[in-house]
Nanobody, 121 residues
Framework: QVQLVESGGGLVQAGGSLRLSCAAS????????MGWYRQAPGKQRELVAD???????NYADSVKGRFTISRDNAKNTVYLQMNSLKPEDTAVYYC???????????????WGQGTQVTVSS
């Protein structure tokens, strides 16, 4: 099985920083696109940022200039550096990865369990 394990969430003051990590493990042949999503109470899950296998990045307008997504392919890990955090960033953050395994001919998307980020004012 493939697992995505997230870490790094917590409670911070507005203006502070957090770094989220998501490590994939299991029978992984390759990791393609990876991304971070978030879901605030009463809202739909939305894309925060994603990164392709060659390093191209995409960000939601609300986080541009504040968040940075990166990946370490050797560690099968994607990161989200969050700076200048605002109360409206409060949400559960989910990691997503498009993965090719040894047992599946194509790729499929996997989700992490989610990690809570709370920004106080």
């Amino acid at each position: 099985q493939v697992q995505l394990v997230e870490s790094g969430g917590g409670l911070v003051q507005a203006g502070g920083s957090l770094r989220l990590s998501c490590a994939a493990s299991g029978s992984i042949f390759s990791l393609n696109a990876m991304g971070w999503y978030r879901q605030a109470p009463g809202k739909q899950r939305e894309l925060v940022a994603d990164i392709t296998s060659d390093g191209s990045t995409n960000y939601a307008d609300s986080v541009k200039g504040r968040f940075t997504i990166s990946r370490d392919n050797a560690k099968n890990t994607v990161y989200l550096q969050m700076n200048s955090l605002k109360p409206e960033d409060t949400a559960v953050y989910y990691c997503n990865a498009e993965i090719r395994t040894y047992s599946v001919s194509g790729t499929r998307h996997y989700w992490g369990q989610g990690t809570q980020v709370t920004v106080s004012s």
